[in-house]
């Protein structure tokens, strides 16, 4: 099974800050990759597909990067709703499709 | 626009089994393969499995092809999940997601969630 790997555990960020969040995989995943964002008592809501692809209605300040086994997401200029679980999905192949452990972008 | 509604929160004895399901509107139902993922408390999300809402293929992550069966009802527009011989372990928030590509492009699931529903608790205890 394709292990996915996310660092930091908790990242603290001032609003206006930059936020660089890291996905690793155990083994290539091409750019089959999405990311969450998760607030308390929600469902993820898709913000990231094809590894660098904003989903529909999601605001420019997030942006995508990487292929292979190295991802990152970044939030260029932290909004007080950005404050979240973010949370790292690889797709490719067969199932199972799983999720990296979670960074919490905290302030 | 997309709406995934499911039912309310469940309490189950260990043994028993449990039943969620997840009413799709706002889009053709049956273009769209749907996911069941569970996510226990302070845990990840764990896919569970996904069903081809056009001809009821279902595919089971191995963790629990034993225990779960996913079926869906087109004229419904509804999918349900069972999960069965329940455990605390199996405590958790229940969600539907749908596919994010429909299945005409890849012939079934591409394994990534583009709406989700709100979620079902299913709490096991005795």
């Known amino acids: 099974e394709i292990v996915m790997t996310q660092s930091p555990a908790t990242l603290s960020v001032s609003p206006g800050e930059r936020a660089t969040l890291s996905c690793r995989a155990s083994?290539?995943?091409?750019?089959?990759l999405a990311w969450y964002q998760q607030k308390p008592g929600q469902a993820p809501r898709l913000l990231i597909f094809?590894?660098?692809t904003r989903a529909t209605g999601i605001p420019a300040r997030f942006s995508g990067s990487g292929s292979g086994t190295e991802f990152t997401l970044t939030i260029s200029s932290l909004q007080s709703e950005d404050f979240a679980l973010y949370y790292c999905?690889?797709?490719?192949?067969?199932?199972?499709?799983?999720f990296g452990q979670g960074t919490k972008v905290e302030i | 626009q997309v709406q995934l509604v499911q039912s309310g929160a469940e309490v189950k004895q260990p043994g028993a089994s449990v039943k969620v399901s997840c009413k799709a509107s706002g889009y053709s139902f049956s273009s769209y393969a749907l996911h069941w993922v569970r996510q226990a408390p302070g845990q990840r999300p764990e896919w569970m499995g996904w069903i081809n809402t056009g001809n009821g293929f279902r595919k089971y992550s191995q963790k629990f092809h034993d225990r779960v069966t996913i079926t869906r009802d087109t004229s419904a527009t509804t999918a349900h999940m069972e999960l069965s011989s329940l455990r605390s372990e199996d405590t958790a928030i229940y969600y539907c997601?749908?596919?994010?590509?429909?299945?005409?492009?890849?012939?079934?699931?591409?394994?990534?969630?583009?709406?989700w529903g709100q979620g079902t608790l299913v709490t096991v205890s005795s």
């Open positions: 094809g590894a660098s």
């Open positions: 999905q690889r797709y490719n192949n067969w199932p199972p499709w799983t």
């Open positions: 997601a749908r596919d994010g590509v429909p299945m005409i492009m890849f012939g079934g699931a591409i394994g990534y969630f583009d709406s």
């Open positions: 083994q290539s995943l091409g750019t089959n």
